[in-house]
């Protein structure tokens, strides 16, 4: 059974660094793109970034605030995919969703899965507090 757990996320101040990771189990890790979507208080879930299964190319979602302070990585060897975030902000508040998909790019990572569909698998969430 295939199964995405992430972990790392907290409570941390405005300008503070975080580092997100989702384990991935169950499935072979080098047949999907992963990214991370996230969903802040009383919003809708949005597409934040992905990277495709041979760690070549990199998609952004559409909120240019996040590119120059997240980062993407994945280890293939440890079937994990990080998301590096520096100088946080209070909007970055918000629960924060691995996901794989077969699909690289296109509208399974920008129109379906923030609406929740499209993807392959789901992680539960994990939830970041940026405190101003």
């Known amino acids: 059974q295939a199964q995405l757990v992430e972990s790392g996320g907290g409570l941390v101040q405005a300008g503070d660094s975080l580092r997100l990771s989702c384990a991935a189990s169950?499935?072979?890790?080098?047949?999907?793109?992963m990214g991370w979507f996230r969903q802040a208080p009383g919003k809708g879930r949005e597409f934040v970034v992905s990277?495709?299964?041979?760690?070549?190319?990199?998609?952004?979602g559409y909120d240019d605030s996040v590119k120059g302070r997240f980062t993407i990585s994945r280890d293939n060897d440890k079937n994990t995919v990080y998301l590096q975030m520096n100088r946080l902000k209070p909007e970055d508040t918000a629960v924060y969703y691995c996901?794989?998909?077969?699909?690289?790019?296109?509208?399974?990572?920008?129109?379906?899965?923030?609406?929740?569909?499209?993807?392959?698998?789901w992680g539960k969430g994990t939830l970041v507090t940026v405190a101003s």
């Open positions: 990277v495709d299964r041979n760690d070549e190319k990199i998609y952004w």
């Open positions: 996901a794989a998909s077969s699909s690289s790019y296109g509208s399974t990572w920008y129109v379906e899965g923030p609406r929740g569909e499209g993807m392959d698998y």
């Open positions: 169950g499935l072979t890790f080098t047949n999907y793109a």
